[in-house]
Nanobody, 117 residues
Framework: QVQLVESGGGLVQPGGSLRLSCAAS????????MGWYRQAPGNERELVAT???????NYAHSVKGRFTISRDNAKNTVYLQMDSLKPEDTAVYYC???????????WGQGTQVTVSS
């Protein structure tokens, strides 16, 4: 198990940027995959971005080219840099970690991102 704590959410104008952080309770170097999901009111939780321990990343089509996932193993932290934000990016963003390919995901408590003028 790993505990995850997100931070960095807030209110931003369209076209603005935010960086979300996800601090893990253990060394993340060997974690199989870490990523970000989001859930807007009335919608299902959807994948935003994933980074695997070999460095491979994948993104939802709706955020590709605007969002960047990265990790700092020394700080046991994963980041989501969000640029050119749109109102439709408004959601609660959740950090997730899977210790292995067969393990269930661990979830953080979520952080609210609101894009509005």
């Amino acid at each position: 198990q790993v505990q995850l704590v997100e931070s960095g959410g807030g209110l931003v104008q369209p076209g603005g940027s935010l960086r979300l952080s996800c601090a893990a309770s253990r060394n993340i170097f060997s974690i199989f995959a870490m990523g970000w999901y989001r859930q807007a009111p009335g919608n299902e939780r959807e994948l935003v971005a994933t980074m695997y321990n070999g460095g491979y990343t994948n993104y939802a089509h709706s955020v590709k080219g605007r969002f960047t996932i990265s990790r700092d193993n020394a700080k046991n932290t994963v980041y989501l840099q969000m640029d050119s934000l749109k109102p439709e990016d408004t959601a609660v963003y959740y950090c997730t970690a899977r210790l292995s390919a067969l393990s269930d995901p661990n979830w953080g408590q979520g952080t609210q991102v609101t894009v509005s003028s």
